[in-house]
């Protein structure tokens, strides 16, 4: 297994332009997440979805767009680049069975925008 | 979802124990505590997770009293490796919020 994937690795953006982060997951996990990490701080989340067809927003949205068309896959659209979205996403994966959940983290995506 | 509080940074030297304790005072009836562990450039890596009394694995150990108003994270025998952020989070059926965590140096 790959666990999760993310695409790309690193991405620099203009203002105003627009992008989708990639993930993936090959665990048949339901639930995804999408987190975003900025220099020396904690990560926030942004989105998260509990199964194909049905996501919500965490603590920072503003921004963002996702969607949940299969259980492998979970995009976060960006779909107007401002300066304060520069910081590191990760996307994250648990089974979503019980009660007690584990996280499984991507390798993250650096993202700059300028 | 409660929020933790946690030391911003610790010093240990290899070989010793290191604990690490998060206060999380408003933590309700269904949350879990739950450790990761960052290193620089990847995604959190789970370590540990407790609801009550103590936990322990291959990697650590999980300390939680009584009232679950605080939890330790305990590190037996720290390596240089072991040098990472460490998160404290309550997990309650689909969300987790990570604080700032608590940066641990370990020196030779």
């Known amino acids: 297994n790959a666990g999760v994937t993310q695409t790309p690795k690193f991405r620099i953006l203009k203002i105003g332009q627009s992008m989708t982060l990639q993930c993936a997951q090959d665990?048949?996990?339901?639930?995804m997440y999408w987190y975003r990490q900025d220099p020396g701080m904690g990560l926030k989340l942004i989105y998260y979805?509990?199964?194909?067809?049905?996501?919500d927003k965490g603590e920072v949205p503003n921004g963002y767009n996702v969607s949940r068309s299969t259980t492998e896959d979970f995009p976060l659209r960006l779909e107007l680049a401002a300066p304060s979205q520069t910081s590191v996403y990760f996307c994250?994966?648990?089974?979503?069975?019980?009660?007690?959940?584990?996280?499984?983290f991507g390798p993250g995506t650096r993202l700059l925008v300028l | 979802l409660a929020k933790t509080t946690q030391p911003i940074s610790m010093d240990s030297y290899e070989g010793q124990e290191v604990n690490i304790t998060c206060s999380h005072n408003?933590?309700?009836?269904?949350?879990?505590i739950t450790w990761y562990q960052q290193f620089p450039s990847q995604g959190p890596r789970f370590i540990i997770q407790?609801?009550?009394t103590k936990v322990t694995n291959e990697v650590a150990s999980l300390f939680i009293p009584a009232d679950r108003k605080s939890s330790t994270l305990s590190l037996p025998r720290v390596s240089l490796s072991d040098t990472a952020v460490y998160y404290c989070l309550l997990y309650n059926f689909n969300k987790f919020y990570f604080g700032s965590g608590t940066k641990l140096n370990v020196k030779p």
């Open positions: 407790g609801y009550k």
């Open positions: 665990m048949n996990h339901n639930y």
């Open positions: 994250a994966s648990s089974t979503g069975t019980g009660i007690q959940e584990t996280q499984y």
């Open positions: 408003n933590i309700a009836t269904n949350d879990y």
């Open positions: 979805s509990v199964g194909a067809g049905i996501t």
